[in-house]
């Protein structure tokens, strides 16, 4: 699965753990604003926890998210990133977390 959308920017990593300086990208406030649930908790799902966050790549998660901008430049690359995962294992999440709000749910409850 890809998702696109300006949602992240660049930092180095200061992980107390590490602090290697590794270049990361981090979430923005766009991420939790536009980005569903769902997608959000599937990028953080890695492939049998090969990698740790936050060192991770998006081709290592079951989600990847991309800007547009990177994606259109290179589609070919990216859909057989996504055919690839398809021989991986993930523990991915399907249902949304109870007070999360979508649209048979937009006050993040059961209405009926």
Same mark, same amino acid.
Request: hydrophobic share 30%; aromatic share 12%; net charge positive.
């Given at each position: 699965?890809?998702?696109?959308? &300006?949602? /992240?920017?660049? /930092?180095?990593? @200061?992980? $107390?753990?590490?602090?290697?300086? &590794? +270049?990361?990208? @981090?979430? /923005?406030?766009?991420?939790? %604003?536009? =980005? $569903?649930?769902? &997608? #959000?908790?599937?990028?953080? #799902?890695?492939?049998?926890?090969?990698? @740790?966050? $936050?060192?991770?790549?998006?081709?290592?998660?079951?989600?990847?998210?991309? #800007?547009?901008? /990177?994606?259109?430049?290179? =589609? %070919?690359?990216?859909?057989? %990133?996504?055919? %690839? +995962? +398809?021989?991986? &294992?993930?523990?991915?999440?399907?249902?949304?977390?109870?007070?999360?709000?979508?649209?048979? #749910? $937009?006050?993040?409850?059961?209405?009926?």
């Amino acid at each position: 699965m890809i998702y696109l959308i &300006v949602s /992240t920017k660049k /930092t180095l990593c @200061t992980a $107390p753990e590490c602090n290697c300086g &590794v +270049k990361l990208k @981090t979430p /923005t406030p766009l991420l939790r %604003e536009k =980005i $569903p649930f769902l &997608v #959000r908790e599937n990028n953080l #799902r890695l492939e049998n926890e090969k990698s @740790t966050y $936050p060192h991770y790549k998006d081709s290592e998660a079951y989600c990847g998210i991309y #800007r547009y901008s /990177t994606f259109i430049n290179d =589609i %070919e690359k990216y859909i057989d %990133e996504a055919f %690839e +995962k +398809k021989s991986k &294992v993930f523990d991915i999440k399907k249902k949304n977390d109870p007070g999360i709000k979508t649209i048979s #749910r $937009p006050f993040g409850v059961k209405l009926f």
